[in-house]
């Protein structure tokens, strides 16, 4: 479901694939490419959401601001796992958010990272570019290098293919 909310209405181009399912509510947009999946809640009611071209919000993943003080960012070719909870924070270009994770309030994750299945990353953390953080709370274990990224932009490519499959299943339907 797409919904506006107080008189925001989510912006949405057209070679993005939102879910049926998902719920995509008030200040949000996405950039080109972008896809939101399952059951997926991005939800822009009291903070705004950005989420930058070629990302994905996988299934059951939530989305939200905090109000008046934190909203969402999200940059480019970013993969957000299943059952991830991404709240007020910002990731930065090229991150991967491993199943389960958890990010809140104003934290930063740097370009080029992975934040492992499960992890929690406390409210004001700053996570450098190029890390691999897992843990509860959430440790730089180590520093990522070119393999890594390589994993990195093979997720984000896996989930480009889906939605142009998607995308192009709808408009023969």
């Known amino acids: 479901m797409i919904r506006t909310y107080q ?15 998902a719920q995509v509510i008030g200040d ?8 939101v999946w399952m059951n997926a809640v991005v939800r822009g009611d009291v903070n705004s959401i950005r989420i ?8 059951c993943a939530v989305l939200h601001g905090m109000r008046h003080l934190y909203p969402v960012i999200v940059g480019e070719l970013v993969t957000i796992g299943h059952n991830a909870t991404v709240h007020g924070c910002v990731l930065e ?15 930063r994750i740097g370009e080029g990272s992975i934040i492992a299945a499960g992890a929690v990353i406390p409210e004001h953390t700053v996570i450098p570019p190029n890390s691999l953080v897992a843990g509860v709370p959430g440790k730089v274990r180590r520093t990522l ?19 142009a499959i998607y995308l192009a299943e709808a408009a023969g339907a």
């Open 7 to 21: 008189a925001h209405t989510p912006e949405i181009p057209a070679s993005c694939y939102v879910d049926q399912s």
């Open 28 to 35: 949000v947009t996405l950039g080109e490419q972008a896809s």
């Open 52 to 59: 930058g071209a070629k990302s994905n919000v996988q299934d």
């Open 93 to 107: 270009n090229m991150v991967l958010v491993g199943i389960g994770a958890t990010i809140l309030n104003n934290a």
């Open 145 to 163: 290098g070119d393999a890594d990224r390589t994993l990195i932009l093979k997720y984000a490519q896996n989930y480009l293919d889906y939605t």
